[in-house]
């Protein structure tokens, strides 16, 4: 009676010995939300330890609530966020003299002029004075006098940004001038989490910024990350499925901020040739590795028009996926094997815009 008790009490403590194990080793999820950038931000890390993965989240958002901070062109004079921002003081100093800037902003305003050039105008962060006189940053964006639109178009010019790296100053030469990096600053500061997240040893993390997606590594599952991409016009519906590993996934559309005019659709991605909303696409999504590379590409993309924005993907070495102002669904050949059609049904996936 004795040695049974004694071999049942063996087993039942190489059986919880064994739980343990299989405990330890499991990949345990931690994800915590934030409203940052005008957006709602979630981040997800997957590992062994839950102190490690908070931490890794924690100092993420700090990384990226300095970058926004830094990049932010809304503050007003004399306040803190004025003071916090490169962006505000280089603005101010249009026409006056040059700013000196933190290296991420340097950084950011060497890529946008590469990308610049790369996309012939199609991308430009001086479209600051046409983003103001829509008013798309307040609650009540107006189409703007042409008078007043073509004064402000002649303030949007990527040469009159003068960049010295020895110095890392940026001056704006003439007055008036804005800089505006609505479409770089999330996916650069994503990128920048992710090499946070890195730094602790994480190997499976997701980083939803709104719409700009960078994941690390492979999902939980050990499977490629499933990425949703909206139906431009259907609300709650996807128009495609992206099978992802280390890489990132960003959309431009003209659904997220808009309102009608005219009998048209006004939305915050303009033509900086024209300063009117760009009409070729409804959505574009881009795939590559470098979240701040895709957020900038998404952009210059959904200005250009497709067959062009297809072409310039191809040397880019970037996948592109558009869904064009007629409806048709355009796409880079090196897509096929990480898209398939959303099935009704509501597959399974982890998110998008
Ligand atoms: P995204 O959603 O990344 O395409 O960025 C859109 C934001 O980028 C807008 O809200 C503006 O702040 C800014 N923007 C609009 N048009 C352009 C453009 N042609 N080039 C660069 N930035 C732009
Ligand atoms: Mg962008």
Redesign the pocket.
């Known amino acids: 009676m004795k040695l049974k008790h004694a071999a049942l009490t063996i087993l039942t403590l190489l059986a919880v010995a064994a739980l343990a194990a299989v405990y330890a080793t499991r990949n345990r999820e931690y994800q915590s939300d934030q409203f940052l950038m005008d957006t709602l931000i979630n981040i997800r890390v997957y590992g062994k330890d839950t102190e490690t993965l908070k931490t890794a989240v924690r100092e993420a958002f700090t990384e990226m609530r300095r970058i926004a901070e830094l990049a932010d062109h809304f503050p007003q004079p004399g306040t803190a966020g004025f003071e916090a921002s490169d962006i505000c003081r280089i603005n101010a100093q249009a026409g006056l003299k040059p700013v000196k800037v933190s290296a991420e902003i340097f950084e950011m305003l060497e890529l946008s002029k590469k990308y610049a050039d790369l996309s012939g105008g ?4 001086t ?1 600051g004075p046409v ?1 103001a006189i829509w008013g ?1 940053g307040g609650k009540h964006p107006v189409v703007p006098q042409k008078t007043a639109l073509a004064k402000a178009l002649q303030l949007v010019d990527m040469k009159s940004l003068v960049l010295d790296p020895a110095a890392r100053t940026v001056f704006l030469k003439k007055p008036g001038m804005k800089l ?1 990096l ?2 770089i600053a999330k996916g650069y500061a994503t990128e920048k989490a992710i090499r946070v997240i890195q730094r602790y040893g994480i190997t499976s993390a997701l980083i939803d910024a709104g719409g700009n997606i960078r994941v690390l590594g492979r999902s939980p599952r050990n499977s490629p990350w499933k990425i949703g991409v909206k139906a431009p016009r259907k609300p709650g519906e996807l128009a495609a499925v992206l099978s992802l590993e280390d890489s990132s996934a960003v959309t ?1 559309g003209d659904y997220y901020r808009f309102f009608e005019a005219d009998g048209k659709r006004m939305h ?5 040739r024209t300063g009117y909303p760009a009409g070729h696409s409804m959505s574009v999504t881009v795939v590559t590795k470098d979240a701040g590379v895709a ?1 900038i590409l ?2 210059a993309f ?2 250009l028009e497709p067959a062009k924005a297809l072409q310039l993907a191809g040397a880019l070495k970037t996948e592109l996926l558009i869904i064009s102002a007629d409806g048709k669904t355009l796409q880079t050949p090196g897509l096929a094997g990480s898209l398939r059609p959303a099935s009704p049904s509501g597959s399974l996936y982890e998110q998008g815009r």
């Open positions: 199609a991308f430009d962060i479209i983003m798309f505006d609505g479409a431009s915050h991605i303009l033509d900086p957020d998404s952009t959904f200005v």
